[in-house]
């Protein structure tokens, strides 16, 4: 998020710099989190340069995801890209910009209603509706249903 503001800086705001920034943190700024995700009170130790969550269903089906609909039911959806080598992230952007990153052979993606991220960082950088800021761990994610009280005009 960070490299792709820094391109809608110079260049303006259009959608593919989210592919360019992304293809040069590819190439130069590769991280790997050793982290452990619990979905649901289960435990999975994870070693991954991107882990996604989110509720937004229509981002996900725009994505061509499955866990669409398990968002619009109110469950937390998470992506998580198994593998960090260059050319495994190479071929996970081009599932991507194809519409087909379920079928990349290193991506997983789960429903749950509760996650919780835990790591043996003291502080998580992270991005929350394009905001970048700091957490400590544990991390827990969860769907508040009925949390937002829309008024509208008679």
């Known amino acids: 998020i960070q490299k792709r503001e820094q391109f ?14 992304a293809l040069d943190v590819l190439i130069r700024d590769r991280k790997e989190l050793k982290l452990e995700v619990e979905v649901d009170g289960q435990r999975y130790p994870v070693k991954t340069s991107l882990i996604f969550f989110g509720n937004n269903q229509l981002q996900l089906a ?3 995801l499955r866990i669409a609909e398990a968002a ?22 081009w599932q991507l910009i194809k519409g087909n990153l379920d079928q990349a052979s290193d991506v997983y993606s789960f429903a749950a209603d509760e996650v919780i991220v835990h790591s043996k960082r ?32 008679a």
């Open 8 to 21: 809608n800086k110079h260049f303006g705001r259009f959608p593919l710099h989210a592919y360019t920034s």
């Open 62 to 64: 725009e994505m061509k």
């Open 72 to 93: 619009e039911a109110g469950k937390v959806a998470g992506v998580v890209v198994a593998k960090s080598d260059k050319r495994t992230l190479f071929k996970t952007l």
């Open 122 to 153: 003291n502080k998580l950088t992270v991005a929350v509706d394009g905001e970048i800021v700091t957490m400590t761990p544990p991390l827990k994610i969860t769907v508040r249903k009925h949390a937002l009280n829309v008024m509208v005009p």
